[in-house]
T-cell receptor
Framework: DQQVKQNSPSLSVQEGRISILNCDYT??????FLWYKKYPAEGPTFLIS?????DKNEDGRFTVFLNKSAKHLSLHIVPSQPGDSAVYFC??????FGTGTRLQVFP | DAGITQSPRHKVTETGTPVTLRCHQT?????MYWYRQDPGHGLRLIHY???????DKGEVSDGYSVSRSKTEDFLLTLESATSSQTSVYFC?????????FGQGTRLTVV
């Protein structure tokens, strides 16, 4: 029973442009939603979160949007930088991670 | 850095042998987790612990057992290693909404 799905396994974006990463979830009972990023050979690191009672949270270049009616979560990175190239996960608040989306930002 | 140390960092073992991976934390976090990372599967939760001697199964617990006799240590044991358990294993602790991960253990079962 996969509670969150990231349907795009990879995304390629030019430096300076916007990166949009998406998650769809099946369970409406989560208290908050999370985004983590992972570089090769390292453990994931926390990026940003959003409470289930909000629809937007912003932290610098990173903004997370929550559409509860559509059960959809998205992460916007503006402007994208080469250092953002990593795998991004949107785990549930029970820390079920899923398959992730690999973002590549090219010059 | 939540002071999470995984040991060993690399291990090669033979099929059928028992293997124990150790996760040690210095932050006194209540929750601890074990994951495996595999191509095409992302990160999958094996077992987790919500306190000393309190553990529960995750998504892919078959073939694995865990123990937590002290707050700071969470052990993952492969009772009889199989080639399908070749993977990178990550330990994590949790404080509030944020999880902190170790550097990973690369396990190869030959």
């Amino acid at each position: 029973d996969q509670q969150v799905k990231q349907n795009s396994p990879s995304l390629s974006v030019q430096e300076g442009r916007i990166s949009i990463l998406n998650c769809d979830y099946t369970n409406s009972m989560f208290d908050y939603f999370l985004w983590y990023k992972k570089y090769p050979a390292e453990g994931p690191t926390f990026l940003i979160s959003i409470s289930s009672i909000k629809d937007k949270n912003e932290d610098g270049r990173f903004t997370v949007f929550l559409n509860k009616s559509a059960k959809h979560l998205s992460l916007h990175i503006v402007p994208s930088q080469p250092g953002d190239s990593a795998v991004y996960f949107c785990p549930t608040d029970k820390l079920i991670f899923g398959t992730g989306t690999r973002l590549q930002v090219f010059p | 850095d939540a002071g999470i140390t995984q040991s060993p960092r690399h291990k090669v073992t033979e099929t059928g042998t028992p293997v124990t991976l150790r996760c040690h934390q210095t932050e006194n976090h209540r929750y601890m987790y074990w994951y495996r990372q595999d191509p095409g599967h992302g990160l999958r939760l094996i077992h987790y612990s919500y306190g000393v001697k309190d553990t529960d199964k995750g998504e892919v617990s078959d073939g694995y057992s865990v123990s937590r006799s002290k707050t700071e240590d969470f052990l993952l044991t492969l009772e009889s290693a199989t080639s399908s358990q070749t993977s990178v294993y990550f330990c994590a602790t949790r404080m509030g909404t944020e999880a902190f991960f170790g550097q990973g253990t690369r396990l190869t079962v030959v």
